[in-house]
Nanobody, 119 residues
Framework: QVQLVESGGGVVQPGGSLRLSCAVS????????MGWYRQTPGNQRDLVAI???????DYADSVKDRFTVSRDNANNTIHLAMNKLKPEDTALYYC?????????????WGQGTQVTVSS
């Protein structure tokens, strides 16, 4: 069974940095896109950054020039380096992988990791 496991969340002061990681386990054929989303209470889950299998990257406007997404294909892992963090970055962050497994293409979600930016 395919599972995504996130790590790296925590509490940081404004202007600080955090690095999130997400790794996949289980049996699958290939991973297409990898991405990060975030959600605050009462709101929808929004895209933060996404990286395609070919390496194309898209960011939400609110995180451009502060966040950097990268993927390690050898280890089936995605990272999100977050710099110059702001209180409005506080949210539950989820990774999302587009995976081809058992002849089916579907999206898988991690369990979420909390990021809190506060002084």
């Amino acid at each position: 069974q395919v599972q995504l496991v996130e790590s790296g969340g925590g509490v940081v002061q404004p202007g600080g940095s955090l690095r999130l990681s997400c790794a996949v386990s289980g049996k699958f054929t290939s991973i297409l896109s990898m991405g990060w989303y975030r959600q605050t209470p009462g709101n929808q889950r929004d895209l933060v950054a996404i990286i395609s299998q070919s390496g194309r990257i898209d960011y939400a406007d609110s995180v451009k020039d502060r966040f950097t997404v990268s993927r390690d294909n050898a280890n089936n892992t995605i990272h999100l380096a977050m710099n110059k963090l702001k209180p409005e970055d506080t949210a539950l962050y989820y990774c999302n992988f587009e995976i081809f497994a058992d002849f089916i293409l579907r999206y898988y979600w991690g369990q979420g990791t909390q990021v809190t930016v506060s002084s």
